[in-house]
């Protein structure tokens, strides 16, 4: 078994979803990729399994009954990881907003003593191509906002390219995320923060997809909001 898995959530990519798998397994360095998929009506489970024949005991997928958000995909793939044995657990978007590239930065962070390793969009200024300028603010002030509330120094809060140590994994009760769009990205770093694990920030430039249909929504923005006031108090009243 190798080391390291890239977890990749997908609801409808059929658009990118050959391209990115066949990066990723470009790399010099071997990672493992597991899609986990909402049941996508755009046959991007089917192309995965076509795939699988290519990229044997490489290639993994996950297939759920529904569209059930962002983080328990992650949750479900994280224990499927855990489950088989890897010790660098990835997450990563399907439509190249982030660079399969990065992957060996961040992997490179956790073997040099970070145990969380972020892809940081505002770590070193804000390295954000073809996003319209109300975005890249609402998710810079929202890291700043995160950072008045939970007390984390990090610069991108809401960054949803992360290497973690398994040690991390396993020490978060995975069965107690809430949330599921921005929160969870948050909730998971805070977790990881209040247990004292190192968090490190990997600078990376973070590109718009170009291709397929964005999963943003007002519902997740206004989760995010409230989901960083709940998850502080349940910290201070240590109900975390």
Request: net charge positive; with cysteine; glycine share 6%.
């Amino acid at each position: 078994m190798d080391k390291s898995v890239v977890i990749i959530p997908t609801y409808n990519e059929i658009e990118n979803i050959e391209a990115i798998i066949t990066a990723v397994f470009a790399l010099s360095t071997t990672f493992h990729v597991l899609i986990v998929d909402d049941n996508s009506p755009d046959g991007t489970a089917e192309a995965v399994r076509t795939l699988q024949k290519q990229f044997e005991n490489q290639l993994f997928l996950e297939v759920r009954t529904k569209k059930a958000g962002l983080g328990t995909a992650y949750v479900h793939g994280f224990k499927w990881a855990l489950s088989n044995g890897y010790e660098y657990i990835f997450e990563m978007d399907a439509d190249f907003s982030h660079n399969p590239n990065d992957l060996e930065k961040l992997l490179a962070a956790c073997e040099n003593g970070a145990d969380v390793a972020i892809g940081s969009r505002y770590s070193n200024g804000v390295n954000v191509v073809n996003w319209p300028l109300s975005r890249v603010l609402l998710s810079y002030f929202a890291s700043v906002y995160v950072r008045m509330i939970t007390g984390m120094k990090i610069a991108d809060a809401t960054a949803g390219f992360k290497c973690y140590r398994r040690i991390v994994l396993e020490k978060i009760n995975l069965d107690r995320i809430k949330f599921v769009g921005y929160a969870f990205q948050i909730e998971m770093k805070y977790r990881a923060f209040v247990n004292k694990f190192n968090i490190v920030e990997v600078p990376i430039i973070f590109t718009d997809r170009t291709k397929g249909q964005s999963k943003m929504s007002g519902g997740i923005i206004r989760e995010a909001v409230v989901g960083v006031i709940m998850l502080r108090l349940r910290k201070i009243f240590n109900r975390l």
